[in-house]
């Protein structure tokens, strides 16, 4: 046995002996965070199209020896279990045996967009973070983290991807809902709760390591477009606001969180490089490890080096400012800047080839791969923590109990704007728009159109601009006001019957209208039908107060400061609005 094969010895002696056994390019391939995917009976892919991603899973494990990897897709908690078992057999059968560290992407709300977060599917189903945030509790934060750290280490997530700690300061920017809100103090707060429940009082075998982002806080994109794309890489503080937005990052790193993921912005009109985040060792080297005193490891975001095949749609490198450098230089840049690992790359013979021609120092490559190991140690990897059941990630994973408190987070993020007929009482005679009727069947007699009905219960979504590009469509963009005819056809069933209408606010919708004449206005962020319908007939007490505020006009979005929280001229409904019923 090997000292770093010994669970008695201390973790950095440990690290130190595996350091001292690795090549280069088995180190350079510690460097790279890419992503897997599983067949639907669990096994592990050894067979691509390419168009997602380019390299099978023993071509990375076996032959460019990668040992970080996020999962896409949804699947079932035994087929998960399973796939990691083999992914971790295939890894202990390479030279030196490093196990695998798989993290994810949240999976336990509604959200589906594959660049971002994955519906709950065999989890439990909580609100997303603004629906966290609209209940302001953090200890239901605590125990909402604490349950996504039990689920994921059943299947074998041993980091989350998670959380989202930007601040909502930009109306249309698409990455809101992940947020906890437009409030710096408030998401410091929460922040704090979810770094606990994660990871515990202290990384170790039971933990889940959280990757907070973006730092330094990706929410005042120039126009509200978002920088997976060359038309939203542009990051400004009209406000002056800069610091404010550090603020929930400096709650994560007091409150112990491992790693910190850079956003893809780049950063106009400041003292700090215009380069992209990831690039920026003002920011990374300078303000985040030197500053403020971060010292876990910190792993871009996904696909800063090289143009990538996403549905079979080719995109550009997400290289904002250094679009000219080689995928070398654009390497042996974020390196400089303080960065440890390349999400969504797998190029680990461009590390090497920095090092054998002298670009970069084998030290360097040595700093970051003793960050990555010390951690895998930490976890119980090498050890207890390598294998999972199967038949315990069946049992967990969407138990009763944790079931019952997404169900009833869901129902406390419901936030009154306007209460009129509410709670609603008897079996009245009930119109269903985007509501399953056969739900609505348990609570009032359904009828088929407005004109039967003593009530209707209408539920809409946040508008957006639809976008040409099948990747960039998953990122609601664009107007927040409800087009023609929709609105229209909206306001003709609000005069035809009273109407309790729900409106999902991924973002902040312009609804002036629809709140002058609904009967009744509630806001969701991720809730069944049964969670509206108990709140709606006072079944449930809603407490939900709005995470943002919602503007009257896309005028008034226009001329706001996009670093600038809640900064729209005369709102419908301002930050902090909700009602008791």
Known sequence: MHPYQDPTRPVDERVEDLLSR?????????????????????????????????????????????????LLGSHGARE??????????????????????????????????????????????????????????????????????????????????????????????????????????????????????????????????????????????????????????????????????????????????????????????????????????GVIQGLLRDELGFDGIVCTDWGLLNDSRIFGEIHAARAWGVEHLSVAERTAKALDAGCDQFGGEECPEVVVELVTSGRIAESRVDTSVRRLLREKFVLGLFDERRYVDPDEAAETVGRADFTALGAAAQRRSLTVLTDGPLPLKGRPKLYVENVAAEVAAAYAEVVATPEEADLAVLRLRTPYEERPNLFESFFHSGSLAFPEPELGRVLALLAATPTVVCVNLERPAVLPEIAEHAAALIADYGASDEALLDVAFGRAKPEGRLPFELPRSMAAVEASRPDVPNDTADPVFPYGHGLEI
């Open 22 to 70: 690795m090549t280069l390019e088995e180190k350079a391939g510690q460097l790279f965070h890419s992503m897997l995917m599983m067949n639907p009976d669990g096994s592990p892919v050894t067979e691509t199209d390419g168009s997602m991603l380019p390299f099978t899973t023993p071509e990375l494990i076996e032959g460019r020896g990668l040992t970080h990897f996020n």
């Open 80 to 281: 998960m279990a399973r796939w990691h078992n083999e992914v971790q057999e295939m890894a202990a059968a390479t030279r030196l045996g490093i196990p695998v560290s798989l993290s994810t992407d949240p999976r336990h709300a509604f959200t589906d967009n594959i660049g971002a977060s994955f519906n709950s599917g065999a989890f439990s189903a909580w609100p997303e973070a603004l629906g966290l945030a609209a209940i302001r509790d953090p200890e239901l934060v605590f125990r909402f983290a604490d349950t996504v750290r039990r689920e994921y280490l059943s299947v074998g997530f041993r980091t989350a991807l998670h959380p989202q700690i930007d601040l909502a300061t930009e109306p249309r920017w698409s990455r809101q809902s992940g947020t906890f809100g437009s409030d710096a103090a408030l998401t410091g707060e929460l922040v704090r709760a979810y770094v606990r429940g994660l990871q515990g009082e202290q990384l170790g075998p039971d933990s889940v390591a959280a990757m907070v982002k973006h730092f330094p806080g990706g929410g005042p994109q120039k126009d509200g477009e978002d920088p997976h794309f060359p038309h939203g890489k542009e990051q400004v503080y009209p406000g002056g606001l800069r610091e404010h937005h550090l603020e929930p990052f400096k709650a994560a790193i007091a409150a112990g969180c491992a790693q910190m993921m850079p956003y893809y912005g780049q950063p106009v009109g400041t003292d700090w490089e215009e380069v992209g985040f990831g690039f920026n060792k």
